[in-house]
């Protein structure tokens, strides 16, 4: 089958037995990867309401069409399984060099089941699969495990999706970590990995499947080549966190847990601190130009290791902005600290961004956090609280749970500060300046997420953005802070849209415009595709995963947003009027309207079938 | 403007006053052209509940981008006006040249508004208009009006649109008559151009817009060019009757008033029958390489002159078989007559079958008939009827309200032979056979339609129909008699799809396939358009024209369909069973779901906001 493989590798830990199934290309049209494929697993295989660290939760490594062909952006894959933090539907995606990998090793998916005794790997290489004992693996961080794997392997080459202590303690927002560097980080997939006592998957790849017209996808590879730097040079020069500044400016850098917007300390943090300071090298993923992944080194007072990368915009504004944190060089530690534990660096960041304001508002005293100062700024803290969560020590226990969980616990009100959507901790926008985004936490099918949302910033004019968005909806720029119908309609199609880019392995940083996106879907499967179908399947997976948690209990009521977001923004000098409660509401319930939902935000049995998820409207009894 | 002139001319025949407007680029990138116009008018502009045949009535001449453009299938325009068959929206959508002509003299519609004091004609030439008197032509058939026109105008090559003595007498299914020929036939747009003195619009122009890429569309029109026998060309050498022997073996012909879906003459009816006695030669639309047209002569016992043309399947149907008459020269007497006198030829002969079954059933005597003996079968009686109803003789006067006013009149149970939906007649597709297409007849905004419908047989495979249907939708061929969900889906895009072709002026014979007419878009108007934003479009004008409708106090209880269908159809050897209510229902509502309306057919706040139409959710007060 042009572009994919035809292959996935099902593994069951429990039993052992591995074996490889074949889906046949009308699956594959219908559900295309990536998220497509995590869902499809999820609603089909595994229970409702199943603890997600349990055997019966399924973690899947879904690829798209596009994972692995020789173009940028084709770095992504996508993780998936019941989530830990919200108990719904679950999923980490990832860039770097993993997918392709797996995808020249000769397969378009994994699915790994049940749980091991005792700590196993999975060895992947051209088609050849099998478990190896990781006995000597376990405890290790993702370094030390991986240089290990490739002595053992005899291949230096080969890459790993590996969970580090955190995984292994199944600290809930625990994530994989591919390579040292890159995570499959929201959504706590390591804690499912951990669960699994799978430590591992290590994968080499030399293969893969024909492309429908290699030519022409180089031809745009190259076209892309030539331009990036005018498209997105501001990516490559200053990577995720060139715009710190102007969020800054703006008031919309999450700063000491969301209480304000600006941070006194933002010029060290931003892209242009980093690369005065601390950056030695800009770093790709798969067949990607941009280089927009940071590597940094430091030596005093901290010894940051280059071979973990660096950090990028959202662990620089939750390790940074958000704990109050304004020493670059212990930002870059913490996220060392959390890619060799296996750290989701946002969710770790606002999980101490909580803790520290529980502190300062006197939830929390010394006796409860081991002795540490926990106020917002005090690096060292920080730290230490990462080292603590990754191994659930001390305070790390209670931490390791996640804010939902830990503020109930606190009580006393600690909810309020929790900074989180269904469980899963808020990244690095501001829903008060970024309200369309702030509907999108809302609604998110994995809890808060930034990835499938609206980025209201691509709604401005700029090179390439007209590109980007050709979808012949008059867009014009909208204010951050309108989620009036026009907005949400823009909304709808723009999640529709980033749920699509992962099904197809596509990274969203590459402007390559819609209708070249089309046209490298073509170019590499044969199908005779168009944007009308591939909105479709990003519409279909939205549907799907939201199908998945109904299933699971959750209603309307769970598509929430903590209170401080209704409530003025505590900023010298704030730029925009809190969240209106009833304008939320409205664009909340526009856009189950506009996705063909119930009120209730339930899909429909009509708008499950014109998916061609009639199956699925049997399963949810709509 | 790329594609368009800009320019809209609107004409207030109550005061004479005329000028001309300009809607601007992000209008007509909304609302496109053709129903998208039509509607936007009878929408924006005429009150609800309008009597059709007043001067408050608007009828709109609207030409897409495509229209005139070089390559085939670019012919078409839409009249349109309230419906004075049903109440509600009307519109009559034609091919020839008379669109092209309109576009190359600088106009991309007209509105047509109040009421003349006596009958004028509108001259239009090359951005130049006038109204003149049409006394003379008052009376006088479409031949001989043109030759008045075309003569004192010095101008051989004028185009006209135009009424005979139907449209003059309000006929309310007489039609406008394109050049003796092209006949934009349904929902009694002659009826309206009559009640507002309106004879004819004559046109020449020989300019027009720019195209964005003269050069490409010339290259597609060549490929087509070369490949259309292949594509397409049983429609050359048979025009669109040729399907006639299939539909009568598999009891699809509509005969006797759809009593049967046999007919022992269908041979002598049929493409091939047509070629092999009165076909003299092919003819074309604009700029179109098919010749699905027929021209005909017959000397004797009926003299039918060629300039008229020649009768298509829906003409055969409904003027042959669907009365019973096997005559071909018959036939096509009839069709001459109804393009002289300005009839709609479906309507027409569904209105003699009406009454030629309420005479047969007792309902209509001989006393009714001035002395016809009015039997299926009868040509003479057939011939004397559309003479009657074009002047409004005798029984003449009654039949020319309709076959749901008729029926009304007549009482005793007459209703149930009155083959409508809304007030307007069934065109030549059998629903208990084409169970789609059943479904389109009961939910389409104009009464029952076979323009914007499914037509089952193009979900077959068959040549250029992989491309003609390139939505990525599994279409695998499905049963006629299938209404299920997945079938109701591919109705849902291709009612949308259908909605759009009429939008853009392009006809639905030519197998561009989809992309193809992207590219054409694209190519003409230089907008970076895709199939997203068409599909859109067409989804847009559906639900636009379905708006207007609701506000005329149209309910889903209006969405029906003639009882006969959902009885055994009275065949010797009937193929299907006939339409269950229930899976008829459930088809109706799976469509409005699917397009995001109530349960009640209407459409919600949000789905029209999404489609950029809150002014008409305001207008309806949803």
């Given at each position: 089958m042009l572009g994919y493989n035809g292959k996935i590798l099902r593994v069951d830990l429990s039993s052992g037995r591995m074996n490889v199934e074949e889906y046949g290309e009308r699956f594959y049209r219908q559900y295309f990867g990536g998220r497509g494929f995590n869902a499809y697993v999820q609603m089909k295989e595994v229970p409702a309401k199943v603890d997600p660290l349990s055997p019966e939760n399924k973690l899947t490594i879904s690829l798209g069409p596009l994972t692995g062909i020789p173009a940028s952006g084709s770095g992504r894959s996508s993780v998936g399984a019941k989530?830990?933090?919200?108990?719904?539907y679950g999923e980490g995606d990832v860039g770097g060099f993993m997918g392709a990998e797996l995808k020249h090793a000769g397969f378009d998916a994994i699915i790994v089941e049940g749980r091991a005794d005792k700590p196993v790997y999975l060895w992947i290489h051209d088609g050849e699969f099998e478990l190896r004992d990781a006995a000597a693996l376990w405890g290790q961080n993702t370094l030390e495990a991986q240089e290990m794997i490739r002595a053992e392997l005899g291949d230096n080459r080969i890459r790993t999706a590996m969970i580090g202590p955190a995984g292994e303690n199944m600290v809930r927002y625990a994530c994989v970590i591919n390579d040292l560097k890159h995570a499959a980080g929201r959504c706590g997939m390591g804690a499912v990995m951990g669960s699994k006592n799978l430590k591992a998957i290590a994968v080499r790849g030399k293969g893969g499947p024909e492309l429908a017209d290699a030519k022409l996808i180089g031809e745009y590879a190259r076209w892309f080549g030539k331009n990036f730097m005018e498209l997105a040079g501001g990516m490559y020069d200053l990577g995720t966190s060139g715009g710190v500044p102007n969020l800054d400016a703006t008031g919309g850098l999450p700063t000491r847990n969301f209480q304000t917007g600006t941070f006194e300390y933002f010029a060290n943090i931003s892209g242009e601190g980093m690369k005065n300071t601390i950056l030695i090298d800009r770093e790709n993923c798969y067949a990607c130009v941009l280089r927009c992944k940071r590597v940094v080194k430091v030596d005093d007072p901290y010894t940051v290791n280059p071979l973990y990368g660096g950090p990028e915009y959202e662990t620089v504004g939750a390790l940074g902005s958000c704990v109050g944190v304004g020493d670059v060089k212990a930002v870059a530690k913490a996220n060392e600290l959390c890619n060799a534990y296996s750290l989701d660096t946002i969710a770790t960041g606002t999980v101490i961004a909580f803790a520290m304001e529980c502190y300062e508002k006197g939830l929390l005293t010394k006796a409860d956090t081991d002795g540490l100062e926990l106020r917002f700024g005090n690096a060292e803290a920080m730290l230490a609280m990462v080292e603590k969560i990754a191994r659930r020590e001390g305070i790390g226990e209670l931490m390791a749970e996640g804010s939902a969980r830990a503020a109930k616990q606190i009580g006393r009100g600690a909810e309020e500060f929790a900074m989180h959507v269904k469980g899963q901790e808020l990244p690095m926008h501001e829903p008060r300046i970024k309200q369309g985004l702030g509907v999108g936490y809302s609604v998110s099918p994995t809890g808060a997420d930034h990835v499938h949302n609206i980025h209201d910033t691509t709604m401005r004019p700029g090179p390439g953005m007209d590109r980007l968005y050709s979808w012949g909806i008059q867009v014009e720029p909208l204010a951050f802070n309108d989620i009036g119908p026009e907005k949400m309609t823009y909304f709808t199609h723009a999640v529709n849209w980033a749920s699509l880019q992962n099904c197809l392995g596509m990274c969203i940083f590459i402007p390559w415009g819609q209708d070249r996106i089309v046209d490298l879907v073509k170019a590499t499967t044969g199908w005779n595709t168009n944007l009308f179908e591939l909105m479709q399947v990003g519409e279909r997976m939205n549907t799907l995963c939201r199908a998945i948690n109904v299933r699971d209990g959750?209603?309307?009521?769970?598509d929430t947003l903590p209170k401080r977001f209704f409530q003025q923004i505590g900023d010298p000098k704030p730029t925009t009027d809190p969240l209106d409660p009833k304008e939320w509401n409205d664009a909340k319930q526009f856009y189950y309207a506009a996705m063909g939902w119930t009120p209730e935000g339930v899909p429909t049995r009509v708008k499950l079938q014109a998916l061609g998820l009639g199956w699925v409207a049997d399963e949810l009894g709509v």
């Open positions: 989530n830990p933090l919200t108990g719904g959750f209603t309307a009521k769970d």
